[in-house]
């Protein structure tokens, strides 16, 4: 049913945006940089990306 699928959507989104989630990711970019695995450039590039998701992820909890 549509209730279901949107619990759903909210259930995954809640994660998504998780800010713990999110600093565990960075963390993880950091480490992968460190270890060689990432260049500087795409450790960038990622770190951006889970900026944007923390920033929207707030932005979505001041609206509720």
Known sequence: T???AEQVLKQAEEAYYDPAAI???LEEVDRLRQAGELTDEEATARE???VDRLMEGRR???EE
């Open 23 to 25: 600093r565990a990711e």
């Open 60 to 62: 979505r909890l001041r």
């Open 48 to 50: 951006d990306e889970l």
């Open 2 to 4: 549509v209730a279901v």
